[in-house]
C-alpha cells in the first residue's frame, strides 16, 4: 500500500511532466481564444447603445403621433358636437321665423310680436358670437354645396339655374356649410 502513496508523492514533488504542462498551456490559450478582447466589447456595446437609442427615438416618436391624433380627434368630437347642437338650434330659429311670417302676425298682440322678434335677435346673437351666419340665396346661382333645390320652375323672369325662392335659410360656419339653404330654383321655359 506504501508504494502507490509514494507514485503520487513523488509525482507531486517532481511537478506535472512536460505533456501535462502542454495541456494546461494548451487549455489556457483557448480560454484566451474565446474570452473577447476589449475592442469587440466595447463595439458590442456600442452597437446595442445604437440599438436601444433608436428604439428609444420610435418610442418617442410614436409618441408624438399618438398625442397629436388624440388632440386632432378631440378638436374634431368637438366640432362635431358643436355642429350638431347648432343645427337643433338652427330648427328653433326656423320655427321662429315661421312664427314672424305673414298672416300669422296680423292678428297677434304687438307685445307679444315684440317679445317673438327679441327672441329672434338672440338666437342671431348667439349664433354669430359661435360664428354662425345666414347665407343669402335669392337671386343667386345654384351651387350644391350651398343649396338643396326642392323645386323646379319653368319662367323667363329669371335666368335658368337661379335661385328664385328660398324656403329655408342655408348657415354656415367659416367656410363649412351647416346646412343648405331650401331653395326653388329658375329652369328655361319650354
Same mark, same amino acid.
Do not use: C, W
Given at each position: 500500500?506504501?508504494?502507490?502513496?509514494?507514485? !503520487?508523492?513523488?509525482?507531486?514533488?517532481?511537478?506535472?511532466?512536460?505533456?501535462?504542462? #502542454?495541456?494546461?498551456?494548451? @487549455?489556457?490559450?483557448?480560454? &484566451?481564444?474565446?474570452?473577447?478582447?476589449?475592442?469587440?466589447?466595447?463595439?458590442?456595446?456600442?452597437?446595442?447603445?445604437?440599438?436601444?437609442?433608436?428604439?428609444?427615438?420610435?418610442?418617442?416618436?410614436?409618441?408624438?403621433?399618438?398625442?397629436?391624433?388624440?388632440?386632432?380627434?378631440?378638436?374634431?368630437?368637438? @366640432?362635431?358636437?358643436?355642429?350638431?347642437?347648432?343645427?337643433?338650434?338652427? &330648427?328653433?330659429?326656423?320655427?321662429?321665423? +315661421?312664427?314672424?311670417?305673414?298672416?300669422? *302676425?296680423?292678428? $297677434?298682440?304687438?307685445?307679444?310680436?315684440?317679445?317673438?322678434?327679441?327672441?329672434?335677435?338672440?338666437?342671431?346673437?348667439?349664433?354669430? #358670437?359661435?360664428?354662425?351666419? =345666414?347665407? &343669402?340665396?335669392?337671386?343667386?346661382?345654384?351651387?350644391? =354645396?350651398? %343649396?338643396? +333645390?326642392? !323645386?323646379?320652375?319653368?319662367?323667363?323672369?329669371?335666368?335658368?339655374? *337661379?335661385?328664385?325662392? $328660398?324656403? =329655408? $335659410?342655408?348657415?354656415? %360656419?367659416?367656410?363649412?356649410?351647416? =346646412?343648405?339653404?331650401?331653395?326653388?330654383?329658375?329652369?328655361?321655359?319650354?
Amino acid at each position: 500500500m506504501s508504494e502507490p502513496k509514494d507514485e !503520487l508523492e513523488q509525482i507531486d514533488e517532481d511537478g506535472p511532466d512536460e505533456s501535462e504542462a #502542454s495541456k494546461v498551456v494548451e @487549455q489556457d490559450s483557448v480560454v &484566451e481564444l474565446e474570452a473577447p478582447s476589449p475592442d469587440s466589447e466595447m463595439a458590442e456595446a456600442l452597437r446595442e447603445k445604437d440599438q436601444f437609442r433608436a428604439l428609444a427615438q420610435r418610442a418617442q416618436a410614436d409618441l408624438v403621433n399618438f398625442r397629436s391624433r388624440v388632440e386632432t380627434e378631440k378638436m374634431e368630437l368637438a @366640432q362635431r358636437t358643436k355642429s350638431g347642437l347648432i343645427r337643433r338650434m338652427l &330648427e328653433i330659429a326656423d320655427s321662429v321665423d +315661421a312664427a314672424l311670417q305673414g298672416d300669422a *302676425t296680423q292678428e $297677434v298682440d304687438i307685445g307679444f310680436l315684440q317679445g317673438v322678434e327679441a327672441i329672434k335677435r338672440s338666437f342671431e346673437t348667439v349664433l354669430g #358670437s359661435e360664428g354662425v351666419e =345666414r347665407f &343669402e340665396s335669392a337671386g343667386e346661382k345654384f351651387d350644391p =354645396r350651398l %343649396h338643396e +333645390a326642392l !323645386l323646379t320652375t319653368e319662367t323667363d323672369e329669371a335666368e335658368p339655374d *337661379t335661385v328664385i325662392n $328660398v324656403m =329655408r $335659410v342655408g348657415y354656415r %360656419h367659416g367656410d363649412d356649410i351647416i =346646412r343648405p339653404a331650401l331653395v326653388e330654383v329658375a329652369s328655361k321655359s319650354s
